[in-house]
């Protein structure tokens, strides 16, 4: 049975620090690009950051390079999201997608875990 779990998530205070993560089973991991994607009330699902399969390269959006770092386990069939100087626009519920290094590109989604950043 194919999953992709993500915890983690909870209440913080603008300035803390969240370590989320994503554990897969059911599928060889380390063949798929992990991203994590964020939706918060009323806006468009975006993409938060991407890792490679083998974890050699990553990709972040502008609004959260320096202060977010994405990073995998290939071992331990884990992604995480080092959240660091966290803003309330950070507030949304994060997502992890895997997507094979395929032509299929077959594709896994997470049911998601809620992040809000409120003094």
């Known amino acids: 049975q194919v999953q992709l779990v993500e915890s983690g998530g909870g209440l913080v205070q603008p300035g803390g620090s969240l370590r989320l993560s994503c554990a897969a089973s059911g599928f060889t991991f380390s063949n798929y690009a992990v991203s994590w994607y964020r939706q918060a009330p009323g806006k468009e699902r975006e993409l938060v950051a991407a890792?490679?399969?083998?974890?050699?390269?990553?990709n972040y959006a502008g609004s959260v390079k320096g202060r977010f770092t994405i990073s995998r386990d290939n071992a331990k069939n884990t992604v995480y999201l080092q959240m660091n100087s966290l803003k309330p626009e950070d507030t949304a519920v994060y997502y992890c997608?895997?997507?094979?290094?395929?032509?299929?590109?077959?594709?896994?989604w997470g049911q998601g875990t809620q992040v809000t950043v409120s003094s």
């Open positions: 890792i490679t399969t083998s974890g050699g390269r990553t």
């Open positions: 997608k895997a997507v094979a290094a395929t032509i299929l590109g077959t594709t896994y």
